[in-house]
């Protein structure tokens, strides 16, 4: 199971190059050590990754994905980087997954 979601996740990053994979044999900030020490985390980031390649899959126009390209790394440097704890991930996750899953 655990191998047929990296599998999946492998195939979300290629498809969609705004959701960047993270070291996790050198996480360099504090949302990449939690996004590596914590399983809920890494989850949540995996959900937002289908959501995103689902949307990026939905965009109908190279406009569109270039703007959901943007706004992704808009929301990871400021939305998503700005967290410093478990909570926080979680919520702004689960928050982006919905907006994701609006498009």
């Known amino acids: 199971m655990r191998v047929r979601r990296i599998a999946l996740m492998v195939m979300a990053l290629a498809a969609a ?32 990754a289908f959501a995103f390649l689902n949307a990026y899959r939905r965009a109908n126009t190279d406009e569109l994905r270039a703007t959901m390209r943007a706004e992704q790394r808009t929301w990871e440097t ?12 979680l919520k702004v996750y689960y928050d982006r997954t919905l907006e994701l899953d609006q498009y």
């Open 17 to 48: 190059p705004a959701v960047a994979a993270v070291d996790c044999g050198r996480p360099k900030t504090t949302t990449e050590r939690l996004l590596c020490s914590n399983d809920r985390v890494s989850e949540a980031n995996e959900q937002m």
């Open 78 to 89: 400021q939305v998503r980087d700005a967290c410093g704890d478990v909570p926080c991930l």
